[in-house]
C-alpha cells in the first residue's frame, strides 16, 4: 500500500517562507512523477509543481521563480520550497505520486496542509 504525509505547512506573512514535506511509503523513484497540487476555498485544484524521475520539472507562472519542488531519495521525501510568499498563494497543498503500469494509472494523494499567508 501507498501512503504520502505531508506537512510543514502554517501561518507565513507576506514576503515570507515555507518548505512543505511528503513522506513516501516507497522509494520515490518508484514513482514516475511528484506533484504539489494547492486548493483555495472555492476553487479548482491546481498544480503547483512537478518532476519527473528524470528531473524535469514545470511550475506555473502563478510560482515560477518562487516555488521549487525537491527530491531526497535517502528519506523517501519530496519538498516544496515557498519563496516570496503571498496573499494569493493561501490554499491547502497536497502531495502527488503518479504511476503508470500498462493501461493502469495510480494516483495517490497526501492529506494535505494549510498554508496561510497574512499580515
Known amino acids: 500500500q501507498v501512503q504520502l504525509v505531508d506537512s510543514g505547512g502554517g501561518l507565513v506573512q507576506p514576503g515570507g517562507s515555507l518548505r512543505l514535506s511528503c513522506a513516501t511509503s516507497i522509494s520515490i523513484f518508484s514513482f514516475d512523477a511528484l506533484a504539489w497540487y494547492r486548493q483555495a476555498p472555492g476553487k479548482e485544484r491546481e498544480l503547483v509543481a512537478s518532476i519527473t524521475n528524470g528531473g524535469s520539472r514545470n511550475y506555473p507562472d502563478s510560482v515560477k521563480g518562487r516555488f521549487t519542488i525537491s527530491r531526497d531519495n535517502a528519506k523517501n521525501t519530496m519538498y516544496l520550497q515557498m519563496n516570496s510568499l503571498e496573499p494569493e498563494d493561501t490554499a491547502v497543498y497536497y502531495c502527488?505520486?503518479?504511476?503508470?503500469?500498462?493501461?493502469?494509472?495510480?494516483?495517490?494523494w497526501g492529506q494535505g496542509t494549510q498554508v496561510t499567508i497574512s499580515s
Open positions: 502527488n505520486t503518479q504511476t503508470v503500469v500498462g493501461l493502469k494509472h495510480y494516483n495517490y
